[in-house]
T-cell receptor
């Protein structure tokens, strides 16, 4: 599975959009981009995933560049409860379907 | 849907004792994963099952760790004998083969293990 690079930490003001970047320059055509987050003392939570098209759900939007070498997770109106570690993971969906978590980005939403 | 249920939430035990962590996956999910999280090493995959069969146990740290899945609704992770360095939060997760609910894993709330 392709390696990902994320900033160690980011800050965002409450009510503003949080844009979390992820680089995955070695991604291959059959690999998906997944985003999870982990709020302190809780288990990781699935947010969204995509292959090449932009995706949106009730939690967030995922923007994948045309060359698929990077992506951005967008939380449109961040709240204090969005403070968490956000993990970008690239994975080939198939028989060897297991998630490997890196260090992620600690997003702190400030009042 | 109650989600993935883990028990106990907290466990404190003495070094050398046997510890058993339990997990009930989401009904209908056919993959089950055990992770361990520490400050030093982050989230590590220990083992995962597909249709109750262990597929990859390469993350199990040593022979003191064992995991079983006797049926589709129950799994255990056992540590015998336990050591202080096993202190961590242990998470169980489950998934449907096409990626789970909304495409991802569903994690339990974890078991915080402290070995003194």
């Amino acid at each position: 599975d392709a390696k990902t690079t994320q900033p160690t930490s980011m800050d965002c003001a409450e009510g503003r959009a949080a844009n979390l970047p992820c680089n995955h320059s070695t991604i291959s055509g059959n690999e998906y981009v997944y985003w999870y987050r982990q709020i302190h003392s809780q288990g990781p939570q699935y947010i969204i995933h995509g292959l090449k098209n932009n995706e949106t759900n009730e939690m967030a939007s995922l923007i994948i560049t045309e060359d698929r070498k990077s992506s951005t997770l967008i939380l449109p109106h961040a709240t204090l409860r969005d403070t968490a570690v956000y993990y970008c993971i690239v994975i080939r969906r198939g028989s060897n379907y297991k998630l490997t978590f890196g260090k992620g980005t600690l997003l702190t939403v400030n009042p | 849907d109650a989600g993935v249920i883990q028990s106990p939430r907290h466990e404190v035990t003495e070094m050398g004792q046997e510890v058993t962590l339990r997990c009930k996956p989401i009904s209908g999910h056919d993959y089950l994963f055990w992770y361990r999280q520490t400050m030093m090493r982050g989230l590590e995959l220990l083992i995962y099952f597909n249709n109750n069969v262990p597929i990859d146990d390469s993350g199990m740290p040593e022979d003191r760790f064992s995991a079983k899945m006797p049926n589709a609704s129950f799994s255990t992770l056992k540590i015998q004998p336990s050591e202080p360095r096993d202190s961590a939060v242990y998470f169980c997760a489950s998934s449907f083969r096409t990626g789970g609910q909304g495409g991802g894993y569903t994690f339990g709330s974890g078991t915080r293990l402290t070995v003194v």
